[in-house]
């Protein structure tokens, strides 16, 4: 699935929209730079498209989207995962309407063509008419390329670029660490709140690792938490930091303490948790394993930016959508333990429900300021987006390039790779 | 039909509907039971709420903090204030076992913020305890239509 035909034809050059420290604003507004982009990024790379929670038994499945092309993720009989795009091979409609669901097949609604979970063409009604001008095994549902890792699922339309793996390189050890919060029980995505806004989906992938907002955007969810919390978020002035893990990865560590959730189980447990402590305690949990959900029910200390399109973030993934240039559709996905206790996964939902979502105590106040970069944005079409935040303070790393909690390295580290990829 | 229940009942909510349009949230709070909850669930199939993912599940503390950032003036997305009419109408009384009545009800709100006009329609279901001759809300749970689709930023109480 490599011959798409290149529908973009840029009068710029996209290389130099993107300086080191800077970025041009036609990245926000421009609908040619946004075309490409569906082209050279979304249609070029590696794109998270579930998790394997998602679709747990044969026949599950989801509906999303790669860019703007509708696909099916779903799990087969032999419990291989297949994401297949949603067009049927007659006449192209789609062949599955719903969100989630269970199935045995994939029927054509128009002309009852019937497919198999891995895409395999099964039945057409009324073959005669055909003769021998068809040949069931030319089309099968488009299958991508799919490769997992750490229960996360990506796809590619491209068969000739790097293995999953090597793709997320330095990042796979902090994906590693965010499972930790399933505290041993695996993770498991239970729901997610949905909700677009009018703005560019890089200024959506930016916020990920900006910890320069928090306190002025978040003030009245800042009002809303108890003590220890208030501290815990007050992490701009804090020993965290951002670093630069190549391919466009990047990992916003705001609480260091709660980078690894295994570490320091014998540490007292925070008075906020004490409530759901004594409840697991009444319900017959050891201590060890009390001690390692309530350190882990909180999620991590951390955000990891995956390229283009998926972030671990503390304690649930977010996912963006591009829709057009100007809209951009945002999934937030609950985490909860696969299996673990009710009273710890009540926890966590109302934890999810507090910040995120359309009625949450932040998101709305984010997709407000994204709402705003949009708009000014507007205005003085030859300027540029700054992001030189930290740079003096950036310094080599292990894996790429390292400054304080609150620097731009994140910003910075996905527009090289948006330049990288649209230079291509 | 119990034609004087269901009058109750309606200009109960009516007065509930009117305190939201015209902020009087301190008098809102004071129409719940200590227990009572405030629910806008996600999936329209669901009806275990309290471990399910919801877009609000307030208890008595998180209504307070709700009400707190609508009006505390630290929230980009509530100021300016969105501005809201809702029309509440279709009650039917669903249950009553003369203590606990069940009414459900369609409310349309049409809000305007920031030169936007939304709307919103949702099923509320209502379980109202009868109190000092009026009632309290002890849960109250607001199907919205287009739940299980995206939304946008709500800044108010539905």
Known sequence: MSNLIPAVNLTVDPAALVQHDRVHTSLYTDPALFDAELQKIFHSTWVWVAHESEVPDAGSYKTTFIGKQPVIVVRDRKKAINVLLNRCRHRGATVCEHKKGKTNSFVCPYHGWGYALDGSLRGIPHPESYGDCIDKAELPLVSLRTESYAGMVFATFKDDIEPLEDFLGAARKWMDLFMKQGAGYGIKVPGEHRFRFPGNWKIQLENTTDAYHFPLVHKSFLSSVDEQTLELFDFVKGPGYVEDLGNGHSVMVMIPELVDLEADLDKPIPERFEALAAELRDEGIDEPQVRRIVRAVGGSGFNLNLFPNVACSMAFFRVLQPISVTETEIHHSVITMDGGPAAANRYRLRLHEHFQGPMGFGTPDDSEAWERVQKGARAGEDLWIMLNRGLPGETPSADGLVSDVSAETGMRAAYQQWKKMMSA | ?158
Not at chain 2, 144 to 151: E, F, R, V, W
């Open chain 2, 1 to 158: 039909m119990n034609l004087q229940l269901l009058q109750e009942v309606t200009a109960f909510i009516w007065q509930e509907g009117d305190m939201l349009d015209h902020g009087e949230y301190d008098t809102w709070l004071g129409q719940w039971t200590e227990k009572g909850t405030y629910i806008i669930p996600i999936d329209p199939k669901q009806s275990d709420y309290e471990n399910t993912l919801n877009y609000a599940y307030d208890d008595h503390h998180m209504r307070g903090l709700r009400v707190q950032r609508l009006i505390g003036g630290e929230s980009i997305s509530t100021s300016p204030q969105p501005r809201t009419v809702r029309t509440l109408s279709r009650f039917r009384v669903l249950s009553d076992d003369g203590v606990n009545v069940t009414v459900r009800c369609a409310q349309n709100v049409r809000e305007f913020r920031k030169e936007s006009l939304k709307h919103y329609s949702a099923d509320l279901t209502y379980t109202l305890v009868r109190a000092a001759g009026s009632f309290k809300i002890h849960r109250k749970v607001i199907s919205l239509i287009n739940s299980n689709d995206t939304l946008a930023g709500i800044g108010y109480i539905l």
